[in-house]
Nanobody, 116 residues
């Protein structure tokens, strides 16, 4: 079973930037998509951004123009570059991987806190 490990979270002031990483423990085959979700206290987990096997990306309206998802296949890693952060971006950020066989794997999450 592949494991996903997120890193790069932390405390940042509003207007600042962070880059999150999601590293897989081994190569993942037959990927449908790799995605970033977030969950703020008292709220449901929501999709932030995703990238498919052919490199197509999508992101939530709330982060358009500020967040960018990318990947490095050689490193089995997906990134989330977050710019112009606002307090509403405060949440635990999770990555997941969905395979063509519908196997869904989640990481343990990394906390992002944006102070005003």
């Amino acid at each position: 079973q592949v494991q996903l490990v997120e890193s790069g979270g932390g405390l940042v002031q509003a207007g600042g930037s962070l880059r999150l990483s999601c590293a897989a423990s081994r190569s993942i085959f037959s990927i449908r998509s790799r995605n970033w979700y977030r969950q703020a206290p008292g709220k449901q987990r929501e999709l932030v951004a995703g990238i498919t096997s052919d490199g197509s990306t999508n992101d939530a309206n709330s982060v358009k123009g500020r967040f960018t998802i990318s990947r490095d296949n050689a490193k089995n890693t997906v990134y989330l570059q977050m710019n112009s952060l606002v307090p509403e971006d405060t949440a635990v950020y999770y990555c997941n991987t969905l395979t063509l066989g519908s196997l869904l794997t989640w990481g343990q999450g990394t906390q992002v806190t944006v102070s005003s």
